[in-house]
């Protein structure tokens, strides 16, 4: 069922633990991450890239999403993801998107406010929750990761994006990449706990692919409430689709099952991981007595 973005992140931001954001790119990882979800009783984030949201026809994936969230036995929302454009934003606002990312990290610090602020002022009054980013977090493989460049967010930019828009929630480049690492990142745990302290919104973690399981226990740690995940569901997703087909098997129910098979476990490591596994019945009992006691 759909849960306020605010109740979950709130709630993992207290409690500390963290809330996985994971990038579907068709129906088969849409399901398979909310049956791992409830298997696991964990809330979960689903979020395309918004490059997946024209390409599977907007409302049509929109609202595909929007009822397989509302019908799964757990706690859950729908994000989009990477939003640059202003337009795109407010057609999956319209949509029923319950949260929006505008990434402005692109822009120059007062361009980012601006982007930003214009996307919180029509979001804020309709109750949907926002994200934003800052610094730069690189692609792997795209962009140049040697590491003598350093696009860690400024804690004073941060505070400024923050104040000055009234975003909901932060993703700062703190070191992690989109896609598959060639090594280990060098994330800045020092800086998140500086945020922690200098914001009071909850902190998202990008490229959660493919970041050692004690990096990401620490990030939890030091008070990182949200982690973004797409590229191990999206090659765990590719992989078994091959393997099916090498096998030459012909029956796409088949070769769909198998693949939403392996990432759905994908998926549930990640819930154990990141301490979500347990934590939506109480979210859902909360919103219920919300629900009565208006
Ligand atoms: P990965 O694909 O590296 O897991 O990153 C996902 C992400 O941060 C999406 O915003």
């Not at 049509?60 to 799964?72: F, H, K, Q």
């Not at 979001?123 to 934003?132: C, Q, R, V």
């Not at 480049?173 to 060098?186: C, D, E, F, L």
């Not at 078994?240 to 070769?255: A, F, H, Q, T, V």
Request: proline share 4%.
């Amino acid at each position: 069922m759909i849960i306020s973005p605010k109740d979950i992140l709130n709630d993992a931001k207290k409690t500390g633990y963290a809330v996985p954001a994971f990038n579907y790119y068709n129906l088969d990882v849409l399901f398979a991450v909310l049956e791992a979800a409830e298997e696991e009783q964990a809330p979960v984030i689903c979020q395309p890239y918004t490059a997946y949201y024209p390409f599977l026809h907007y409302e049509v994936i929109g609202n595909a999403s929007l009822e397989a969230i509302r019908t799964a036995k757990t706690a859950a929302y729908l994000h989009l993801d990477h939003a640059t454009d202003h337009d795109i934003i407010m057609r999956a606002i319209a949509n029923g998107f319950t949260s929006v990312m505008c990434d402005g990290s692109a822009l120059s610090i007062d361009e980012n406010i601006a982007l930003t602020k214009s996307v919180v002022d029509v979001a804020k009054p309709l109750g949907i929750y926002t994200e934003a980013e800052i610094g730069r977090i690189f692609r792997v493989g795209v962009d140049d990761c040697s590491d003598d460049i350093d696009e860690t967010a400024r804690v004073e930019d941060c505070v400024r994006l923050v104040q000055e828009t009234g975003v909901d929630s932060l993703a700062p480049a703190v070191g992690t990449a989109h896609g598959v690492y060639t090594k280990p990142p060098k994330i800045n745990f020092g800086r998140i706990r500086e945020l922690v302290q200098a914001v009071d919104v909850p902190l998202v973690l990008h490229g959660g692919s493919g970041t050692p399981d004690e990096m990401i226990r620490y990030a939890i740690e030091c008070g990182i409430s949200k982690i973004n995940v797409g590229t191990e569901l999206k090659y765990m997703w590719s992989r078994s689709m091959r393997k099916m087909l090498d096998k030459g098997e012909k029956e796409p129910r088949i070769i769909s099952a198998y693949a939403r098979e392996q990432v759905k476990q994908v998926a549930k490591d990640k819930l154990r991981l990141f301490g979500a596994s347990g934590k939506a019945p109480k979210l859902i009992r909360e919103a219920g007595e919300k629900l009565f006691t208006k």
